[in-house]
């Protein structure tokens, strides 16, 4: 017995020397850094790089925690579900006191259940979209040399679970978050590090984690399926299609306008060939293969291609058939949909990341009581548009029976006629 014991107890001095190495090894201490103007520089380009716009406007989140916490956060409504074991708790984030308890289906006045979902949310919220609350009520920022480059320390002096905890966040030369290093109460070794590296493109454009492995013995965080969605935007833009009636432009064959009376236009729009036209030049462009592209000057085709003419052609029906079929267009790929107030009233956020002329552009569409549009606001970078707004009047139901618009308005009195808008099979 005495053998047993000596036994176990050289076990556990072993094990506290193991441990206590490590910990003089591993634990770092909290690094100093420099608050003001330049902390909050590097902040912002982090928050610029992870599309926080995005986030601010994303509707639903939904994600799991190691498989055993599960959440549907209707961020824009405050309100979450937190499900575990047989326990859901309808969590009012900002007012408590509205939520509802729920065991075994049941509804139950129970304190501790309800304290526990909120601890988990604030938990397990923050390992998901942690890298967007680096501006957050209570947090001071930090700018810090590690490494040889600037990293960004945030400490948390109130709000959540564990005020007081701090965290290094390492970006990449493009300040997108690649990790972090944690000081915090409930891990004993300072400077742990997380992965944030997983990453996922969700439907609002927004990118979320999907798992983090930490330093600390290689411990994984899986965050399960993850998603964002925008469902009322998504509501909001079918709207706006079924008045304008998208199902028959799907079927439209052939559409011609013109451009404010300076370049015509006629598209074969099932075999996308378009016979684009101003001064003495016609290019017949196609636009998924533009080397089958051809150049015609006074009707004559040329021998031999001229794909400057053909890039010019390109880039004129990129933006002449947007004034034309742009809210036709917004389902297309690469597109992010969310809504956006505009005197009170529901209007949707378009924002195209990918294909055009100049991806990245946004435009918020108001609409009339009918859900057709009336105007949109154009933000575009690359032409130092913010805000600029356009009006979408004259919409004429063609042969086709689609609805397109005849001419637009700016703010400045000009206006922009879409000619003798055909659209016919």
């Given at each position: 017995m005495k053998k047993i014991f000596k036994f176990l107890i050289i076990i556990i001095l072993l094990l506290v020397t193991?441990?206590?190495?490590?910990?003089?090894?591993?634990?770092?201490?909290?690094?100093?850094?420099?608050?003001?103007?330049?902390?909050?520089?590097?902040?912002?380009?982090?928050?610029?790089?992870?599309?926080?716009e995005a986030f601010e406007?994303?509707?639903?989140?939904?994600?799991?925690?190691?498989?055993?916490?599960?959440?549907?956060?209707?961020?824009?409504?405050?309100?979450?579900?937190?499900?575990?074991?047989?326990?859901?708790?309808?969590?009012?984030?900002?007012?408590?006191?509205?939520?509802?308890?729920?065991?075994?289906?049941?509804?139950?006045e129970d304190k501790e259940i309800l304290k526990m979902a909120k601890d988990y949310f604030n938990n397990d919220s923050f390992w998901l979209i942690a890298p967007y609350k680096i501006f957050d009520n209570g947090t001071e920022r930090r700018l810090v040399k590690y490494n040889g480059k600037d990293a960004l320390l945030i400490t948390y002096t109130s709000g959540g679970?564990?005020?007081?905890?701090?965290?290094?966040?390492?970006?990449?030369?493009?300040?997108?978050?690649?990790?972090?290093?944690?000081?915090?109460?409930?891990?004993?070794?300072?400077?742990?590090?997380?992965?944030?590296?997983?990453?996922?493109?969700?439907?609002?454009?927004?990118?979320?984690?999907?798992?983090?492995?930490?330093?600390?013995?290689?411990?994984?965080?899986?965050?399960?399926?993850?998603?964002?969605?925008?469902?009322?935007?998504?509501?909001?833009?079918?709207?706006?299609l079924k008045a304008i009636n998208n199902e028959a432009f799907k079927k439209t064959r052939y559409i011609e306008w013109n451009f404010g009376g300076r370049r015509s236009f006629k598209w074969d729009k099932e075999k996308h060939i378009?016979?684009?036209?101003?001064?003495?030049?016609?290019?017949?462009?196609?636009?998924?293969?533009?080397?089958?592209?051809?150049?015609?000057?006074?009707?004559?085709?040329?021998?031999?291609?001229?794909?400057?003419?053909?890039?010019?052609?390109?880039?004129?029906?990129?933006?002449?058939?947007?004034?034309?079929?742009?809210?036709?267009?917004?389902?297309?790929y690469g597109t992010i949909r969310s809504i956006k107030k505009v005197d009170n009233k529901d209007a949707l956020l378009v924002k195209?990341?990918?294909?055009?002329?100049t991806p990245g552009d946004s435009y918020v569409w108001i609409l009339d009581s009918t859900y057709i549009p009336k105007s949109y606001k154009m933000y575009v970078p690359s032409k130092n548009m913010d805000g600029v707004s356009a009006t979408w009047e004259g919409w004429k139901k063609t042969e086709s029976g689609t609805l397109l618009p005849s001419y637009h308005t700016f703010s400045n009195g000009n206006k922009l006629s879409m000619g003798a808008v055909k659209a016919y099979n």
């Open positions: 193991a441990i206590t190495v490590y910990y003089f090894i591993n634990n770092e201490k909290l690094p100093e850094g420099t608050q003001g103007k330049e902390a909050d520089a590097l902040a912002t380009k982090m928050l610029n790089a992870i599309n926080y406007n994303t509707e639903v989140l939904e994600w799991s925690f190691t498989n055993e916490h599960f959440y549907k956060w209707n961020k824009q409504e405050n309100i979450v579900t937190v499900s575990w074991d047989e326990n859901k708790v309808i969590l009012h984030t900002n007012e408590p006191e509205k939520s509802t308890v729920f065991v075994a289906d049941k509804k139950v679970s564990t005020p007081g905890d701090s965290y290094l966040w390492l970006l990449d030369e493009n300040y997108f978050p690649t990790s972090f290093k944690m000081w915090t109460s409930v891990i004993p070794i300072g400077g742990v590090s997380a992965t944030w590296s997983d990453w996922k493109t969700t439907k609002t454009g927004i990118q979320l984690p999907t798992k983090h492995t930490l330093s600390l013995f290689g411990l994984e965080i899986d965050l399960g399926d993850v998603s964002a969605e925008n469902t009322k935007a998504d509501e909001l833009a079918n709207k706006v378009a016979e684009v036209s101003w001064d003495t030049i016609r290019v017949n462009l196609h636009p998924r293969n533009k080397e089958n592209s051809t150049v015609f000057f006074n009707n004559k085709k040329q021998e031999i291609t001229d794909t400057t003419l053909v890039k010019k052609a390109w880039d004129i029906f990129n933006n002449d058939s947007f004034w034309l079929i742009a809210p036709h267009k917004l389902f297309d195209y990341t990918t294909g055009g002329t």
